[in-house]
């Protein structure tokens, strides 16, 4: 990877819990840095030291964008402005009202069970709309699919594209909507189509590091499409998986109890057991068997009544 695709640029590669924050440095103090996604709540305060660290005193935060509201990506907002009281938070379209009345139905945070701190905007990124930072400018796309209102950036002089959860370097995210029933696999592959037509040579994914071989992601990304369009249900079975390792890497340590619990009261947990067709007698009967399956692929540990992240 050429030093100088990232020349203005730092990444800080997160664990899966918190989505990767990129910097975007600016030319001098006075313009200052604008980050993009701030990671998980639970890791609101490491996310604040990482920022502080590498600004080192000579330039301050100015602006935070989010790539879209899912919490693994903006659950760092409040503790960011709260650190860096100049900065200002622009967030994509589409969801700027469920901000503005907090309402965790629309935000999706009630229906997968996860936490957020409430957080304000102060403005709303278009796509087409261009961010100018230092010496580069990022032009904001639409890319919907795994969240129907997220955004990607793309530098077109330097070939970098800021994928978020739309390509990773092998697949992209939980197609979100279509948990709900809502078609949106078709936006997906719409979307791997534009990123293949930008001609990124580098891209900074939302989850694991930066990579080069965008040809190949893009195709790992089609075939993990094309499962999932000829397979639905594997979809839909993924999606519990996900929803339920990543409540326990919020949770870190908790109890079979506890998770069985959780997996009664998480509506989108229950729309999945019915969508499937109740496979088992309850949701959390269902619960504690795809929390099983992710224990036998090494995913959690599970000994007696006690469940850890692995």
């Given at each position: 990877m050429s030093r100088a695709a990232l020349d203005g640029v730092t990444v800080f590669e997160r664990g899966w819990l918190s989505s990767n924050n990129i910097l975007l440095h600016g030319r001098d103090a006075d313009e200052g840095a604008t980050l993009v996604d701030t990671g998980h709540c639970v890791h609101a305060?490491?996310?604040?030291?990482?920022?502080?660290?590498?600004?080192?005193?000579?330039?301050?935060?100015?602006?935070?964008?989010?790539?879209?509201?899912?919490?693994?990506?903006?659950?760092?907002?409040?503790?960011?402005?709260?650190?860096?009281?100049?900065?200002?938070?622009?967030?994509?379209?589409?969801?700027?009202?469920?901000?503005?009345?907090?309402?965790?139905?629309?935000?999706?945070?009630?229906?997968?069970?996860?936490?957020?701190?409430?957080?304000?905007?102060?403005?709303?990124?278009?796509?087409?709309a261009s961010l100018t930072v230092g010496a580069r400018t990022w032009q904001a796309l639409a890319a919907p699919g795994h969240d129907p209102h997220a955004l990607v950036f793309f530098d077109a002089h330097d070939g970098v594209l800021i994928s978020a959860d739309a390509l990773w370097e092998n697949g992209f995210g939980v197609v979100f909507p279509e948990l709900d029933g809502e078609a949106a696999f078709d936006d997906v592959a719409a979307v791997l189509d534009a990123i293949e037509r930008l001609l990124p040579r580098l891209v900074i994914p939302g989850h694991g590091a930066p990579f080069t071989d965008v040809a190949g992601a893009l195709r790992r990304a089609r075939t993990r499409l094309a499962g999932f369009v000829a397979d639905p249900s594997r979809h839909a079975r993924h999606g519990a998986k996900v929803l339920l390792k990543y409540h326990v890497m919020e949770e870190r340590t908790t109890t079979l109890a506890a998770l069985r619990a959780w997996c009664a009261a998480t509506p989108l947990l229950l729309r999945l057991w019915q969508r499937l067709g109740r496979p088992q007698a309850t949701a959390a009967d269902w619960g504690e068997r795809v929390l099983r399956e992710l224990a036998a692929q090494g995913a959690v540990h599970i000994e007696g009544e006690r469940v850890a992240d692995a």
């Open positions: 305060g490491q996310t604040v030291a990482l920022v502080q660290h590498a600004l080192r005193g000579v330039s301050t935060l100015r602006r935070i964008v989010n790539t879209h509201l899912h919490s693994d990506h903006c659950g760092g907002n409040a503790a960011l402005q709260r650190a860096f009281g100049t900065a200002s938070l622009a967030i994509p379209p589409g969801e700027a009202d469920a901000v503005v009345r907090w309402d965790e139905d629309a935000l999706s945070y009630r229906a997968t069970g996860q936490r957020i701190e409430r957080f304000a905007h102060d403005e709303v990124l278009h796509p087409g």
